[in-house]
Every structure is written in C-alpha cells, then in structure tokens.
C-alpha cells in the first residue's frame, strides 16, 4: 500500500513550471540546480476532457508528467471509447514505450479524462539529465517496473477471472495503488479519492456499467465499503 500525501487544493492562480514539477513526487526531492535543468527543458500543456495527448502510432521520443487531472490509455485510437487499459493520475508518467523501443512507435493512445495538464520533456534530454541523479534513475526504474506489474495483472484478471472477479481485480488496483488509510468511524478503513467511475471500471475490466453497478451495490449492502461522489471507503478487506 503506497501511503499517498494528502492532494493540496488547486489554487487560482497559474502555477510556474518549477511549482508544478515540486507537485509530482519524482521531483519533489531534487535541489534548485536540478530542479531548473529540468524546468528550462519542459513544456507545459494543457488538455480538455476527451483530447488526445498521444495517438497510437506517434513515434516521439518524450516523456509525459501529469501534474493535474487524470489521462486514460488505450490499446489503438480506434477502440478508444470501449476499452481502458490504465488510468493515470497527477505524478505518473508515460512516454517511455516510444522512448526505449527501438522503432519508437507505440499502439497506446492516450486521451485526457476531464482537464488534463502534463509537463512534457524531450526524451534523450530528460534520460541524460537523469542518468546524472542515481536516485532519480532508481525511481524511474522503479515506476515503471510498477506500471509493468499493472499491466501483468489486468491482463491475468481479464484472462483467468469471472466478470465480478474482475470487477474486483479493478477495485483493488486503485486501492493498493492511490488509497489513504484512515480512522473511519473508529475503525481503521482505506480512503479511495477521485476513484473510478463506474464506467470507468467497465471499460477497464471489460464489463457493461450496469453490471458494475449490481457488483457495488452488492459490496455497499454486504458492508465492504462504501460510496461518496468522488471517494470510496473500504472497510473491509474484500471477498475472494
């Protein structure tokens, strides 16, 4: 369970480059001098609700920080509205396929879920300043490892589960990966903030909505969790 800082309220005012590198853990260590090596070769983009920030088949050699909002990925632009294949929050990256594959292409598309801002570096320049901070390297290595282990996972949920095991598999993804424990009712629970929809969760464990919903409202009634507007409450460890 990765214990996540409590996300800061977004203020008024546009951020600089360097406050939104501070915002995304990878950086958040770095000194003033290697913090604006990496500040004076970004680019700031912004993106609305359902604009593609990458399309498959794109061979750009760079690397993506989401510094507000969230991003899905798709398998090929084609099916982009039927099938999730991970959602990406503020702090991850993506980009390194294109990167370290040597024909620098990628089949993932990537569309922004809601507004969407991320920090774009180039790719050789970004590898280069990083190969300089051992500690930076580490972390990379160390999340993209993590995204690979997502990707293991989803795809033995969706060959080996039944639909509600997958359903599940889902849930539990989110929470290893984004939940907050906490003191809920003087009991201790997992916080699940800015959860995923229900369609969502269908898309990306390869369901129809309504059947998501029968599944929650299932868990909600036998008191494994329960829902707010954007939060989710686990309260207790879910069935096998």
Do not use: H
Request: glycine content about 6%; proline content about 2%.
């Amino acid at each position: 369970m990765r214990i996540k800082k409590q996300e800061k309220k977004e203020p008024d005012i546009p951020l600089s480059t360097a406050e939104l590198l501070r915002r995304v853990d990878f950086f958040s260590d770095l000194n003033e001098a290697a913090l604006s090596r990496f500040e004076r070769m970004a680019t700031v983009q912004s993106f609305q609700n359902e604009e593609t920030i990458v399309l498959a088949g794109d061979a750009r050699k760079a690397i993506f920080f989401i510094t507000k909002g969230q991003a899905k990925i798709f398998y090929d632009s084609k099916y982009s509205r039927s099938s999730i294949l991970s959602l990406l929050g503020v702090g991850d990256f993506f980009g390194e396929i294109q990167l370290l594959n040597e024909s620098g292409k990628s089949y993932l598309s990537v569309i922004a879920d809601g507004e969407c801002t991320v920090i774009i570096f180039p790719g050789r320049n970004f590898i280069n300043e990083m190969m300089n901070i051992s500690e930076l390297s580490y972390l990379f290595l160390k999340e993209t490892v993590k995204k690979l282990n997502r990707a293991y996972m989803q795809t033995a949920s969706l060959a080996m589960n039944t639909i509600r095991g997958r359903i599940k598999a889902c849930l539990m993804q989110f929470i290893d990966e984004r939940g907050v424990r906490i003191q809920y009712k003087n009991e201790s629970a997992i916080k699940l903030k800015n959860r995923p929809t229900q369609q969502q969760i269908a898309e990306m464990s390869g369901t129809s909505r309504e059947t998501v919903n029968r599944e929650l409202a299932v868990l909600i009634k036998d008191g494994y969790m329960e829902l707010g507007n954007n939060d989710l409450i686990l309260l207790k460890e879910l069935p096998k």
